[in-house]
């Protein structure tokens, strides 16, 4: 059984920094792709990054520069820094395990509010 609990949403004035912390339970987080995705009001969900197991990032061209996704292992635990923060990046933030190649386990979502 895998749990996924987001977590250091909130608001934040344009320009801040926010980090979002994702703790997982169970027994894949250490040796699986993690991710965050967001999904803003009237949005599909998008995929902000991900990370492999042995630390290969990707990040959408929206987010290159100003954030940084990062996992400890030890602690079961994936990180999203957020820097230089805009109005877009408003969006609810979910933290993923993958199986294989795709998403499969999700966290319930924490809010980040981004104020103009």
């Known amino acids: 059984q895998v749990q996924l609990v987001e977590s250091g949403g909130g608001l934040v004035q344009a320009g801040g920094s926010l980090t979002l912390s994702c703790a997982a339970s169970?027994?894949?987080?250490?040796?699986?792709?993690m991710g965050w995705y967001r999904q803003a009001p009237g949005k599909q969900r998008e995929l902000v990054a991900a990370?492999?197991?042995?630390?290969?990032?990707n990040y959408a061209d929206s987010v290159k520069g100003r954030f940084t996704i990062s996992r400890d292992n030890a602690k079961n635990t994936v990180y999203l820094q957020m820097n230089s923060l805009k109005p877009e990046d408003t969006a609810v933030y979910y933290c993923?395990?993958?199986?294989?190649?795709?998403?499969?386990?999700w966290g319930q979502g924490t809010q980040v509010t981004v104020s103009s």
């Open positions: 169970g027994s894949i987080f250490s040796r699986n792709v």
């Open positions: 993923s395990a993958y199986i294989r190649t795709l998403p499969y386990y």
């Open positions: 990370i492999t197991s042995g630390g290969s990032t």
